[in-house]
C-alpha cells in the first residue's frame, strides 16, 4: 500500500482565496484524521471521521473551515476565505479504528500571504 | 477524561549521551501506547508500540519504552543517542473507551556533538 496520500505538498495562495486540501487514506481503514501543526500551537486534531461520518470537529477553528469525506478513499480540507493565520503544515492521517495505529500522510505545508 | 502527558517541551543531549523522554497516561482499564517520531520536514511515523504483553517495547534504531501501569508511564529511552535521532516525538494513546488516539504534546529533542 503506497500509505496515506495528501496533495498538493506545497500551498501557496493570497489571503482571501479558497484553499482545498485533498486526503486519500490507506485501503480498509475506517477513522480519517485531519491536524493542523504550527510551532506555537504544535499539533492539533481538527476533525475526524469513521466510516465516512464526521464524529467530532470541535477542533475546527472556525467556520471558515469546512472537511468532507465523500467516499472511503477520499477527504478534503477546504478553507474559505483563507488568511494569513491559517499558515500551517496539514495532516491527514488514517486508522482501522479510531482507537487504534495511526499511519500519517506527508502533510501539506499551507502559506498564506 | 484521557489525557497523554509529556513533561518535557524540549531535551537537549550530547552526542552518544543517554536519553529519556517521559510521557504519562491517564489510567485506564485498556490502552494502547505509542511513541511516534518526526524528522524535520516529514510526516508523523510509528516509532514502537505497545498493545498487550511484555511491557518492554523496542523499535528498530536502539530506542525502547516500558510500559508501568503502576506509575501510569511509558518513557521512551536510547542508551546512546546519535546525530540522527535528531526529531520531535510524540507519545500516544488509544483507549478502548474513546474513538480517536490521543497525543502528547511533543518533546523537541535535540542532540549536540
Known amino acids: 500500500d503506497a500509505g496515506v496520500i495528501q496533495s498538493p505538498r506545497h500551498e501557496v495562495t493570497e489571503m482571501g482565496q479558497e484553499v482545498t486540501l485533498r486526503c486519500k487514506p490507506i485501503?480498509?481503514?475506517?477513522?480519517l484524521f485531519w491536524y493542523r501543526q504550527t510551532m506555537m500551537r504544535g499539533l492539533e486534531l481538527l476533525i475526524y471521521?469513521?466510516?465516512?461520518?464526521?464524529?467530532?470537529d470541535s477542533g475546527m477553528p472556525e467556520d471558515r473551515f469546512s472537511a468532507k469525506m465523500p467516499n472511503a478513499s477520499f477527504s478534503t480540507l477546504k478553507i474559505q476565505p483563507s488568511e494569513p493565520r491559517d499558515s500551517a503544515v496539514y495532516f491527514c492521517a488514517s486508522s482501522r479504528r479510531g482507537n487504534t495505529e495511526a499511519f500519517f500522510g506527508q502533510g501539506t505545508r499551507l502559506t498564506v500571504v | 477524561a484521557q489525557s497523554v502527558t509529556q513533561l518535557d517541551s524540549q531535551v537537549p543531549v550530547f552526542e552518544e549521551a543517554p536519553v529519556e523522554l517521559r510521557c504519562n497516561y491517564s489510567?485506564?482499564?485498556?490502552?494502547?501506547l505509542f511513541w511516534y517520531v518526526q524528522y524535520p520536514n516529514q510526516g508523523l511515523q510509528l516509532l514502537l508500540k505497545y498493545l498487550s504483553g511484555s511491557t518492554l517495547v523496542e523499535s528498530i534504531n536502539g530506542f525502547e519504552a516500558e510500559f508501568n501501569k503502576s506509575q501510569t508511564s511509558f518513557h521512551l529511552r536510547k542508551p546512546s543517542v546519535h546525530i540522527s535521532d535528531t526529531a520531535e516525538y510524540f507519545c500516544a494513546g488509544a483507549y478502548s473507551s474513546a474513538s480517536k488516539i490521543i497525543f502528547g504534546s511533543g518533546t523537541r529533542l535535540s542532540i549536540r556533538p
Open positions: 485501503s480498509g481503514h475506517n477513522s
Open positions: 489510567s485506564s482499564v485498556s490502552v494502547y
Open positions: 471521521f469513521n466510516n465516512n461520518v464526521p464524529i467530532d
